[in-house]
């Protein structure tokens, strides 16, 4: 006899046989098919959707509130291409507020801030340059912020350089470690030295253009070649504005990335008479040669008094042979017969 609580394992739930009876009758349709793709597409496309929307519609908002013209197409392909569109979106702003041109053709489009960033750029420090350039009644357009950006230049720096002067100092303590420049006059006399150089960044010339350490070298140069060709150090302490006017009449900006406003002096000091220390040296050194020269005719002299010593000796042993040699004649004169004078024969 069966259980009460037996049943069959193969037979169908009662409660899922409807549904499952629903949905053979419903794939059975041809039209079915094509409703659940559709609907499996529709579903899709919607969580694509929000996706999209919860990473870029902030971002996408914020850009159609400015009119910053960026479209969600650009957002995703920026996504792709490793680009921030949070950075290329804020400098959009940031130029659209400004009143730049952000014409896609000519004007900063998206693309081309793409393009900067893509290039190892700083794409917000082009926009702040040229933001600053444009408030400062400077000529400074998109591609050449770009390029100067991208030739290693801190273009803000140098906009801001343009707008105020920089100041360098001459000689440069941090790079040479001189305090003072050292020039001397025509009198012998050093003058310690201490100028400021005032410049401003030449945004024409600022691409391959040399830097301030060249300014620095060029500045002090002309001011130790025009303390040299004075005549006195006098001259100099008197009238220092005449070597700054000299040294600024060289021309000593050109091919820089800085066009110099103006070459102060900004201290002197007297240094050591370096022409008089040189004529002691020198007086020095030629009493030294005329000792060495005295010297060298005192040997001489004692060498030939020497000679003349030896040959005296000489002439003296000479004499005493000679005289040697008398008797001897006197003798053999004698054995001859010889000793008579001519006259008594």
């Keep these: 006899m069966p259980s009460l609580f037996a049943f ?32 499996a597409l529709l579903m899709l496309f919607v969580i694509v959707m929000s ?28 996504g792709f ?14 130029a659209v507020q400004a009143g730049l041109d952000v014409n896609r053709k000519t004007g900063i489009s998206t693309q081309r801030l793409e393009a900067h960033f893509l290039a190892g750029g700083n794409v917000m420090a082009v926009i702040n340059a040229i933001i600053a350039a444009q408030r400062a009644g400077i000529d400074l357009d998109f591609d050449r912020a770009t390029a100067i950006d991208l030739a290693g230049r801190n273009v803000l720096e140098a906009v801001s350089t343009s707008v105020q002067p920089k100041v360098i100092d001459c000689p440069d303590l941090a790079r040479s470690g001189k305090t003072t420049l050292s020039a001397i006059a025509k009198n012998g006399v050093e003058l310690k030295i201490r100028a400021r150089v005032t410049v401003r960044t030449n945004l024409s010339q600022l691409i391959g253009g040399a830097t ?7 500045v002090g140069e002309s001011i130790i070649s025009s303390i040299g060709s ?7 302490l008197e009238n220092p504005e005449l070597i700054s006017k000299a040294v600024l009449d060289r021309g000593l900006d050109a091919q820089t990335a800085f066009e110099i406003v103006s070459i102060d002096i900004a201290d002197i000091d007297v240094g050591e008479n370096i022409g008089a220390r040189l004529q002691a040296d020198q007086a020095e050194a030629d009493t030294r040669v005329a000792r060495a020269r005295a010297e060298q005719r ?13 040959k005296v000796a000489d002439n003296r042993a000479s004499l ?3 005289e040697a040699e ?3 004649a006197m003798s053999e004169a004698f054995r001859k017969g010889n000793l008579y004078a001519e006259n008594d024969r």
């Design 8 to 39: 069959d394992l193969t037979a169908p739930m009662l409660s899922t046989y409807p549904f499952a009876l629903l949905g053979q009758n419903f794939l059975d349709k041809p039209n079915g098919i094509v409703a659940i793709v559709i609907l």
């Design 51 to 78: 996706i999209i929307a919860i990473v870029y519609g902030n971002i996408w908002l914020q850009a159609y509130m400015a009119s910053a013209d960026v479209k969600i197409p650009s957002l995703i392909g920026m």
């Design 81 to 94: 291409r490793q680009v921030s569109p949070r950075v290329i979106v804020t400098a959009k702003i940031m």
């Design 212 to 218: 301030e350490q060249t300014i620095i070298a060029r």
């Design 230 to 236: 004075s005549d006195s150090h006098l001259t100099v």
């Design 298 to 310: 005192r040997a001489d002299a004692f060498a030939t008094e020497q000679e003349m010593k030896a």
């Design 320 to 322: 005493v042979l000679a």
């Design 326 to 328: 008398v008797p001897k």
